[in-house]
């Protein structure tokens, strides 16, 4: 197990991405992650599919820790009702379902859904965060939209621990959303307002690490890390998750065959 008390003087500074993550990777662990936070956020890339699924699993064992809401990058906080009313009837659950589909890909949509579902399910209160796009549309600039969709995603949690006490919130955001390299991201406006959060970039790497019998495990990020700051995400945690049969779905869509050749070679040794 890697000492994290001195990265600086644990690794040499030329080490690579594979060589860090080979010799510095563990289980999951929630509880170690979110131990002592008032806030969870965790960060996809919006096209991939096992962070959604890894955080439907993982809502009831969050619940169980203590974390009552889910705030929502993918719901505008001004569709809050939507999210608010969609078990009141099919018709009501069919909008919200339109509604993410609309926004997020089509199929993307029915995963944000089921996110919300079983979070419902499991006790936890959902919000939609996101500035609504009435406001968004108001912004020329790219660089000023995204600064204000974080300040008002940053409010919306805010007011959240302000008014509640003993809330805990779970975030979930496309990965630019929770870093901890900048003031001006949510996770960045957050800690600035002495909040205590976590950030942890969930990813799913299009090969698996030779080395590394597991599919799933996580390691340190580079929040706080001065040394490998330019190597691994701008978050304290990295979740890598991998799926060999989805890396050849994915593999025989984009017809990249280099890619599907080592993958079909670790199916036939399994």
Known sequence: ??????????????????EYVERNHRDIDLEQVSKDTQVIAFGERHSDVLPKEFLREHLRSLRQLGFTHLALEMVESSKQN???????????????????????????????????DEATKAGITVMGMDLPKEDQDQITDTRKRLRERDRHMAGKVKMVLDTRPQAR???F??????????????AGILSSENVKIVSVSIIEPKKPIPSIDKTRYMYRGAA????????LQPTEWVISLWDPDRAIIDSLET?????LDPIKKLLENK
């Open 224 to 231: 706080g890390n001065k040394v490998f700051k330019s190597l």
């Open 82 to 116: 939507l999210i608010d009313n969609y078990r009141s009837s099919d018709l009501a659950r069919n909008h919200l379902q339109l509604y993410l589909r609309a926004n997020w890909y089509g199929r993307m949509g029915d995963y944000y859904f089921s996110l919300i």
């Open 169 to 171: 919130v779970i975030i």
């Open 255 to 259: 017809g990249k065959k280099s890619e």
């Open 173 to 186: 955001a496309g990965a630019g959303h929770v870093e901890k390299g900048t003031e001006n991201s949510m």
């Open 1 to 18: 197990m890697v000492d994290e008390t001195n990265f600086e003087t644990t690794f040499p500074p030329h080490i690579s991405l594979t």
